[in-house]
RNA sequence: GGCCCAGUAGCCUAGUCUGGAUAAGGCGACAGCCUUCUAAGCUGUAGAUCGGGGGUUCGAAUCCCUCCUGGGCCGCCA
């Protein structure tokens, strides 16, 4: 469509009326039938001094005199709006001989970040919307010819993970993942819980004891970072388990990374880095003693960056890590697709990159989405009160199981493939519909449901059209000529749907908004059912056959295509 | 106290950046459609003072001001 209304703009730059007008913003959408594009003209009013009514109705009489306009628009003014509406038989010449041309000027390289979990427990319904994101942007860049590169960190030390670890001093008994049957993530999962837990009950009974425990995780910290060859290892044995098990939910949501980081490898990198500019004098340090940066000008207050007893915080090693992912890719821009609660922590981190002189405030992004609630408001690791992502993949697999039983007889291998992409389906798409900046609740109902603006809606829909090219057993013809067969006003509005596509796509990787192709595909998967409950395809005649047959296929590889950018796999038979 | 974000039918959302013509869908409710290409579908009905007030404009869900409500941030947590 995109082709089309450059065309207009070009005809109408002709036109007095537009002269150094900014016509491409000028044109508008009708929300009805009144055509393609249309232009209200109360602007020029004003300018003429004249009844805008008046204006549309000489300007659409001029404007008919342009030969190339008349040829590809049927021109109409209505109240004080010119209206034009593509002729048919161009939409169809545009539909069966070539494609939308996207133009790539903006070609560039990113590294997106994703989803840089803690690890001292299982990754949760937050992570899976920050997965869901992560990888839908990605392919959503590739699609629109960027280079993409996804990296991970690993939150890998710090205060958690000495939790974690103490409470298995204290009552792991030595037992590991396997012996207790648990999941990686889940084992040091239950150890943190127990440790707060612990500290919870001693709050209640005895403030003393808790405020001791709670020493001795720092203390245990201290160790670590003083290289106590015992602890590290410890830790290191505790991250692995953690990792290992997200490695298992990354593969079950196709999260794959080119590079992985961990703060426990940067983080004294980070301390140099701080140290190094201090020494510039570009970092001060306050009465306390803590390197910080003042950014009070900024209307960013005072941060501090490293503490006065030389031990790093999380903007210490995230200085670091910029300049690594920096040094190990060399791209454009940088992507961090992490909750909006931590807005002002990347506003203050860009601002000291830009500040460094090693990157513009605009060349770093933080992709902020909103958080994800339960019912019951927060989601509280410490009290376990979260859905975890296995756990929420296993009850959207069962529901799709129930429905799949209900109709047919499968084996257990395809009723296992087919309920995991429809259970993948429902979840990726009710992440990724709505707009990534608001919050939202989790509403266990609606993500099990497999009806109306759902994943499994489209998935049915492509599955649908596949039959049918399947019962026609002919190979589709992909190059069929126009020739006297006449399509129909939906077949039209089906068409001009496809066309469509690439704008969508280009207009939600500039936004960072997959819920644009989202919400493009319910529209075309409802528009095509409508279609096929009106007309049948598997006409007699075979011209309205294989123009039908061809269409629906077209339909079928948008569909496709679409779901692919939001990282969701369609099924042939459903 | 300061800053940021959100408020659209009973519920969930689209539209807000870039102001335009009767505010668009889904869930739920109600009434229909399977001897005919997959009913995870389709058709129809009911349901909205676009949080309140003011302003700018020929025109405001959209821009500006103000108030109310909810969430988040302002940690030597991440």
Redesign the pocket.
């Known amino acids: 469509m995109e082709y089309f209304k450059k065309t207009l703009i070009k005809e109408l730059e002709k036109n007095s009326y537009f002269k150094n007008k900014d016509i491409y913003?000028l044109i508008?959408k009708?929300?009805?039938?009144?055509?393609d594009f249309?232009i209200?003209l109360?602007?020029l009013?004003?300018e003429l001094k004249k009844n805008p009514v008046e204006i549309a109705k000489e300007l659409k009489e001029e404007l008919e005199k342009n030969d190339n306009l008349k040829e590809n628009f049927i021109i109409s003014n209505?109240?004080?709006?010119l209206?034009f509406k593509i002729k048919k038989e161009k939409i169809i010449k545009r539909f069966l001989e070539k494609k939308e041309n996207i133009n790539n000027e903006d070609k560039k390289t990113f590294v997106i970040e994703y989803p840089s979990p803690?690890t001292n427990k299982p990754l949760h319904l937050g992570h899976v919307r920050n997965m869901c994101l992560g990888n839908s942007i990605s392919k959503i860049l590739e699609y629109n010819n960027n280079k993409v590169f996804k990296v991970n960190l690993n939150?890998d030390r710090?205060?958690?993970i000495a939790k974690a670890v103490l409470s298995y001093l204290k009552y792991g008994n030595n037992s590991t993942p396997e012996s207790e049957g648990l999941k990686g993530d889940y084992f040091v999962g239950k150890y943190y819980v127990l440790f707060e837990n612990k500290i919870k009950e001693y709050e209640k009974k005895d403030p003393e004891k808790a405020k001791k425990l709670l020493e001795e995780a720092y203390e245990l910290l201290r160790k670590y970072e003083n290289k106590d060859e015992e602890t590290l290892k410890l830790f290191e044995k505790f991250n692995s388990w953690a990792l290992e098990g997200h490695k298992i939910t990354y593969k079950k949501y196709n999260v794959k990374h080119d590079k992985e980081y961990y703060?426990s490898k940067i983080y004294e990198e980070g301390k140099k880095i701080v140290l190094e500019y201090y020494k510039k004098g570009i970092f001060e340090k306050?009465e306390?003693g803590?390197i910080i940066i003042n950014l009070e000008k900024y209307?960013l207050?005072k941060?501090?960056l490293l503490?006065?007893?030389g031990t790093?915080?999380?903007?210490t090693q995230d200085i670091a890590l910029a300049f690594k992912k920096h040094q190990d890719f060399n791209a454009d821009k940088y992507i961090f697709v992490v909750a909006?609660?931590?807005?002002?922590?990347f506003k203050v981190l860009f601002k000291i990159l830009e500040i460094l002189n090693f990157k513009k405030v605009e060349d770093n992004i933080h992709l902020s989405y909103?958080?994800v609630f339960l019912p019951e408001g927060?989601m509280k690791s410490r009290e376990g009160k979260v859905v975890e992502a296995d756990e929420l993949l296993q009850n959207v697999k069962e529901e799709?199981i129930k429905?799949?039983k209900k109709?047919y007889n499968l084996e257990e291998k395809e009723l296992q493939n087919?309920s995991e992409k429809?259970a993948l389906s429902a979840i990726k798409f009710f992440m990724l519909?709505?707009?990534p900046?608001?919050?939202?609740?989790y509403?266990q109902k609606?993500s099990l449901?497999?009806?109306?603006?759902?994943g499994?809606?489209l998935l049915?829909?492509y599955?649908?059209i596949?039959?049918?090219i399947r019962?026609n057993k002919e190979k589709i013809n992909e190059n069929i000529k126009n020739n006297d067969y006449e399509y129909n006003d939906e077949e039209i509005k089906l068409i001009k749907k496809i066309l469509e596509f690439e704008t969508i796509v280009k207009?939600s990787g500039k936004?960072y908004?997959p819920?644009?192709i989202a919400?493009y595909l319910?529209m075309l998967?409802?528009n095509f059912?409508?279609y096929?409950?009106?007309?049948?395809?598997?006409e007699e005649n075979k011209n309205i056959k294989e123009k039908r047959l061809h269409l629906a296929y077209k339909i079928s590889e948008t569909l496709k295509k679409g779901l692919y950018l939001l990282d969701i796999e369609t099924?042939?038979?459903?």
């Open positions: 913003n508008e009708p929300k009805n039938d009144y055509g249309s209200p109360f602007f009013s004003k209505i109240n004080a709006f209206n803690n939150n710090g205060i958690a703060e306050d306390k803590n209307n207050g941060k501090v503490r006065q007893d790093s915080i999380y903007i909006n609660e931590q807005e002002y922590h909103g958080m927060r799709s429905e799949l109709r087919r429809i519909k709505i707009n900046k608001l919050d939202f609740v509403n609606e449901s497999f009806e109306g603006e759902t499994p809606y049915y829909t599955a649908r596949k039959s049918i019962k207009e936004k908004k819920n644009l919400n319910i998967a409802q059912n409508e096929y409950n009106k007309y049948k395809i598997l099924l042939e038979e459903m």
